[in-house]
């Protein structure tokens, strides 16, 4: 047992060591502890070992339980379930609502970034601001910030 104890703890994180517990498990009559992290307790009887040793031995333990295929990664749907979650965090009441802080101009920004609706320009300039605060002039409104914007359009198209 302390030997497969120790092979199953020595895989490294890309090893499926789920597979490898369970075909010991399974296949080897290898029984956890009550806390898993204990590792292998005990051992089935040597009738049911011998019984299954067959299987096992047919079976390669990197096989036995695959792990899932990688599904593929969508960034709008990445950001369409951290934006639903910040809105349901936004709706948080009680004590625990102080810990939450919810930028709403970002939260809405990004929501219509992701929709494909017009962007408030208050809004806009705001994140702007926040996101690059060093190289961004403070205007309190989109308003304020056109006659600069204006001028330094003017001068890159001479």
């Known amino acids: 047992m302390e030997l497969a104890n120790l092979h199953v703890r020595s895989l490294g994180d890309g090893v499926n060591s789920t ?6 498990r399974d296949l080897g009559g290898f029984q956890f502890g009550a806390v898993t992290k204990e590792g292998f307790k005990s051992v089935k009887n040597e009738e049911w070992i011998r019984a299954n040793l067959e299987a096992a031995k047919d079976t390669g333990w990197w096989t036995y339980a695959p792990k899932a295929p990688f599904k593929g990664f969508d960034l709008n749907e990445e ?3 951290v934006l639903k ?10 004590e625990d609502s102080e810990k939450v802080f919810i930028d709403v101009a970002m939260l809405r920004t990004m ?7 017009p962007i408030q320009g208050d809004d806009a300039l705001a994140l702007v601001q926040k996101l690059v605060p060093s190289n961004v002039l403070a205007f309190p409104s989109v308003a304020d910030a056109k006659p600069v914007l204006d001028e330094a359009a003017s001068v890159a198209a001479k």
């Open 111 to 117: 929501r219509a970034l992701l929709g494909g609706a």
């Open 19 to 24: 597979g490898m517990e369970k075909y010991l």
């Open 79 to 81: 950001i369409t379930k």
């Open 85 to 94: 979650r910040a809105e349901t965090m936004a709706s948080k009441k009680g």
